[in-house]
């Protein structure tokens, strides 16, 4: 009745913003993302009779129990699928820091998805638990695989095909991914309420619904071809027209700060200098660069000069989540 799972965070090259069905959390457009390696979380889950609730622990610390709602909320649905009546220890560890402001919640219920369903004895297969991820967190259900990945938003009423699946792999093309943290402050809109509301308020929702089809099917041949040109130009369209949606909410989401701006600046201005690299914006102010290994040390020396970044994380396409031997 006790597992241990690590996965990865991803991050989204075509992004998703707003969701179908809230309760069953299918996303309202497919996505694709890249899994990144080096940052993880791990989570252990023991099923206990002797527990009369669930008592979660992130990074050492026991979450409060309006702090652990969404956990046991999640676990709540692996005790109906399983037919487990026991509460759990549910012990997750991140090994980025707290204080990156990087969104932690796809690598968090990718494990968690991971442990829970094995330590309940539910074998599943990986389609199954990119859908059980996805009930904790949209992006999660991409985490379940590595290097390069797709989400489908699927067509059935009760979301079984709203799953993600592998298109490459990550050895296929060892891009770097460099995140620049410009901001360690907490998000002041989570990522589900910003999604609800631009989708009540914007003018512009069903455009990005619609438009977002076309981007699917681009990015998806630009990864075929390895081609980082498109994929790149790819990529900063659908971050700019998710953050332009995103403004046009009432009231306006503004996730970005002075240094978000600064490195897409310096990010434009190395391209115009035949550096090859681009950004991507998720519901924060950090920006994540993407630029093939030969540029790397040109781009990571230009923005760590920036007043406005306070660190740079230096990773690349990583693996599949995974379940750790006892
Ligand atoms: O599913 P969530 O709550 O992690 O939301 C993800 C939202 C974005 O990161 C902005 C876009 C994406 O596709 O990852």
Redesign the pocket.
């Known amino acids: 009745m006790k597992a241990t799972a690590i996965a990865h965070p991803n991050f989204?090259l075509i992004?998703?913003?707003g969701k179908a069905d809230r309760t069953l959390n299918i996303p309202a457009t497919g996505?694709i993302?890249v899994t990144v390696d080096r940052l993880l979380t791990k989570t252990e889950v023991s099923f206990d009779n002797a527990l009369d609730q669930d008592i979660v622990t992130l990074d050492g610390n026991q979450l409060d129990p309006k702090e652990a709602a969404r956990v046991v909320a999640f676990m709540d649905l692996v005790r109906k699928m399983s037919g487990c009546r026991w509460f759990a220890r549910v012990n997750s560890i991140n090994n980025f820091p707290a204080d990156a402001g990087l969104?932690s919640?796809?690598s968090a219920f990718a494990a968690l998805a991971l442990a829970a369903s094995n330590a309940a004895g539910l074998k599943m297969k990986p389609g199954e638990l990119s859908a059980l991820a996805r009930r904790g967190?949209?992006?999660?259900a991409r985490s379940i695989f590595g290097g390069y990945v797709e989400m489908h938003a699927g067509t059935s009423p009760n979301g079984l095909d709203a799953i993600a699946n592998p298109i490459a792999e990550a050895s296929s093309w060892p891009l770097v991914i460099l995140i620049a943290v410009t901001s360690s402050d907490v998000k002041r809109i989570n990522?589900?309420d910003g999604m609800n509301m631009t989708a009540k308020t914007s003018p512009f929702f069903n455009s990005w619904i619609t438009s977002t089809q076309k981007d699917l099917e681009n990015m998806r041949a630009g990864i075929g071809a390895r081609d980082l040109a498109r994929v790149g130009e790819l990529m900063e369209h659908s971050c700019l027209k998710?953050h332009g949606l995103m403004l046009s909410a009432r009231p306006g989401l503004i996730y970005w700060n002075d240094g978000t701006l600064q490195v897409i600046e310096t990010i434009r201005r190395l391209r115009r200098q035949r550096q090859n690299a681009y950004f991507t914006v998720?519901?924060g102010p950090q920006v994540k660069v993407i630029c093939e290994p030969d540029h790397l040390l040109r781009v990571k020396e230009a923005l760590s000069r920036l007043s406005g970044v306070s660190r740079i994380i230096e990773t690349m396409p990583g693996p599949a989540a995974r379940l750790l031997e006892d």
Do not use: F, I, N, P
């Not at 967190?137 to 999660?140: I, K, R, T, V, Y």
């Open positions: 989204a992004k998703y913003w996505s993302s969104a919640s796809a967190s949209g992006s999660a990522s589900t998710m998720d519901a």
